[in-house]
């Protein structure tokens, strides 16, 4: 029988290998496997190596089969894999920031740094699914979730948020910068 690439044989051979079939969950893995390079080689070929988008590709990977029990079968299979493959990616990308300034000793300014984690961060919760976004900020406190919406999701800069919000910039940016954190821990956990 010849799979094919379209995301609904996929599913299928991803379903079908919850299920116990090893051939379906290995033909599943490997058509995924091309998806997920693709992705992953879009947002960091022009600055990483083959080496270091194969491992994140692997990584993603690993985390699919180990939070394999956690999809939705309900729900379609490619938004719940490039919601883990974008996770891997960002968690990529900081920690390839933190080897940096760990071997360069480079001093960031740290203004600059956290519009950077803004960018990256505001295209992750762009892409990511609003069932799974409104549960994420429910858990946040109303003053977090303020933050990141007037931030993250409206896109204003942190001046404009806390004239809005009637805070001083210092404080929101503490909102913000724990609201991520928090969410970074509880995105873990779905």
């Not at 939070?67 to 719940?80: G, H, I």
């Not at 295209?123 to 007037?150: C, I």
Request: positive net charge; glycine residues 4%; charged residues 30%.
């Amino acid at each position: 029988m010849q799979i094919s690439n379209d995301s609904e044989d996929i599913k299928k051979q991803f379903l079908s290998g919850l299920k116990g079939d090893r051939a379906a969950y290995q033909t599943a893995l490997l058509l995924l496997s091309n998806r997920i390079r693709a992705y992953v080689n879009n947002k960091l070929g022009r600055f990483h190596s083959q080496c270091d988008i194969e491992d994140v590709v692997q990584n993603i990977l690993i985390a699919i089969h180990e939070k394999r029990w956690t999809y939705d079968t309900k729900r379609e299979l490619m938004p719940w894999v490039f919601g883990i493959s974008k996770y891997k990616v960002l968690q990529f990308i900081r920690s390839c920031r933190r080897r940096s300034a760990v071997i360069t000793n480079f001093e960031v300014d740290t203004n600059h740094e956290l519009e950077n984690t803004i960018k990256i961060d505001q295209e992750y919760f762009e892409n990511f699914s609003k069932t799974d976004l409104n549960l994420l900020l429910s858990r946040l406190s109303k003053e977090q979730r303020e933050a990141v919406q007037l931030t993250k999701i409206k896109g204003l800069s942190f001046s404009e948020a806390a004239d809005q919000a009637g805070v001083s910039l210092s404080a929101m940016k503490v909102r913000v910068h724990r609201a991520m954190k928090r969410l970074e821990q509880e995105a873990k956990e779905i």
